[in-house]
């Protein structure tokens, strides 16, 4: 499902090349520094995402539960690293395999390219990888909440690489069982960032369980930081920096 991600618009990394790489459902918009860009890094990602792709849909055909379940799910032999890397973030998480994809691509993408840049950003559907050369600002984005463009998360350069990922019940086309506007997670492990998005993101039915949604992030390993967002009410926990956005941004 094609969702047209008009948020994008608002980037401002205007010290940084960014290209944009589709395949299939798979859309990412990717910013490296501009010493280290090279036209032929167009190419090399988007021949990257497709072998990604491949592998992926390949494994699929022989284990379709790994798409379906929404429950952990242990991969079969063989099977290629990303789908691998899904189950063990799903599996921390406690959700199911498919909770983790955008983070996954974004991070194997990601790491591939810190092979020749020195930094790399790069965002899929909301779900970031993020390896900063100096101070870098996420803005919230939670819907019709009147936190959207108002804050930013601040990530400290010695803090990376990380991921930055968002689950929404209210926002986009991904699957969520709870109405939370954002449920932002910061991991070292951007498919575990997605994962627990997911995961906490599904027990938000309304802004009296911003805190339960934080909860659920609390006792899943290896999450450093968490903020849940509804309507007007928004709770954070953990090792996250969050500022204003003065004045606000357009979204």
């Known amino acids: 499902m094609y969702v047209n991600r008009d ?29 280290s860009y090279v036209s032929q890094l167009e190419k090399k990602t988007e021949n990257l995402v497709l072998a990604l792709r491949y592998d992926l849909e390949e494994y699929i055909a022989t284990d379709p539960v790994f798409k379906s379940t ?56 909301g779900d970031i ?20 463009g ?22 986009g086309p991904s699957l969520s069982m709870g109405k939370a506007d954002a449920v932002i ?9 997605d994962a627990a998005a997911s995961a906490a993101g599904n027990v938000v039915k309304n802004k009296k369980e911003v805190k339960k949604g934080i909860e659920i992030a609390r006792k899943i390993p290896g999450i450093l930081g968490a903020v849940a967002i509804k309507d007007d009410k928004m709770a954070a926990w953990g090792d996250v920096d969050i500022i204003p956005l003065s004045p606000p941004q357009s979204v």
């Not at 608002?10 to 990717?30: A, C, M, P, Q, W």
């Not at 390219?113 to 790399?120: G, Y």
């Not at 108002?150 to 926002?171: D, F, M, N, Q, Y």
């Not at 997670?185 to 960032?193: C, D, E, F, K, R």
């Open 7 to 35: 948020y994008r618009n608002t980037l401002t990394n205007k010290d940084l090349k960014s290209f944009r790489v589709t395949v299939k459902e798979t859309d990412l918009y990717i910013s490296v520094d501009e010493p």
């Open 150 to 171: 108002r804050l930013a998360i601040e990530i400290s350069p010695e803090k990376t690489p990380l991921g930055i990922c968002t689950s929404s019940g209210t926002v």
């Open 185 to 193: 997670i910061i991991s070292a492990s951007t498919p575990l960032a």
């Open 70 to 125: 929404l429950k952990p799910h242990a991969p079969a032999p063989g099977a290629p690293l990303l789908a691998r890397t899904m189950c063990d973030a799903a599996r921390v998480a406690g959700v199911g395999p498919l909770a983790a994809v955008a983070g996954a691509f974004a991070e194997a993408v990601g790491r591939e390219l810190l092979k020749t840049c020195k930094e790399v950003i790069v965002e899929n559907g």
């Open 129 to 148: 990888f993020m390896a900063a050369t100096h101070k870098r600002r996420v803005a919230v984005f939670a819907g019709k909440s009147p936190f959207t």
